[in-house]
């Protein structure tokens, strides 16, 4: 039963997903309700099931509540899990993703770090975004699906 729970929604073998930070957040602070997922989908990402894709806003979002709490341990050690996982890509902001995530954020009224993190997943050819915005139900670019409706 709780292997049916857990492989919902995940990804098929070799299929390239793009990731929203609070999926990085609720693996990392092991959420009480997603954490056990998010889990079982970094442990794919990291076996190499899955290639992922994510865009350097992830990291500075992850890294504002350490720094705001002054937790600079804690910001390190973010860092240094996130820049050394396996089969997960970083993407830095260019001028294609500007572009293309100024069009998303225009056409689908998204906040700018979630069009940026779609036209990243959408820029490097993923076929799937993991995320937990409602807002991303209006886009048709790419499948999403959201985390809420996966536990």
Not at 8 to 27: A, C, K, M, S
Not at 100 to 129: C, K, M, W
Not at 134 to 141: A, D, F, T
């Amino acid at each position: 039963m709780v292997e049916a729970f857990l492989s919902q929604g995940l990804p098929l073998e070799r299929e390239r997903i793009g990731l929203d930070t609070n999926v990085f957040i609720y693996f990392l602070q092991y959420h009480p309700r997603y954490g056990a997922w998010c889990a079982s989908l970094f442990d794919r990402i990291e076996q190499g099931k899955n290639p992922a894709v994510t865009s350097t806003i992830t990291l500075l979002e992850l890294l504002v509540q350490p720094y705001r709490d002054k937790k600079e341990e804690l910001a390190q050690k973010i860092f240094a899990l996130t820049s050394t996982y396996p089969k997960l890509e970083w993407v830095p902001v260019t001028m294609n993703v500007a572009d293309q995530a100024a069009e998303l954020r225009v056409r689908y009224r998204l906040s700018t770090p979630d069009a940026i993190q779609l036209a990243t997943a959408i820029g490097h050819n993923a076929t799937r975004f993991y995320g937990n915005d409602r807002g991303l139900r209006r886009v048709k670019e790419i499948e999403c699906l959201l985390v809420d409706e996966l536990v």
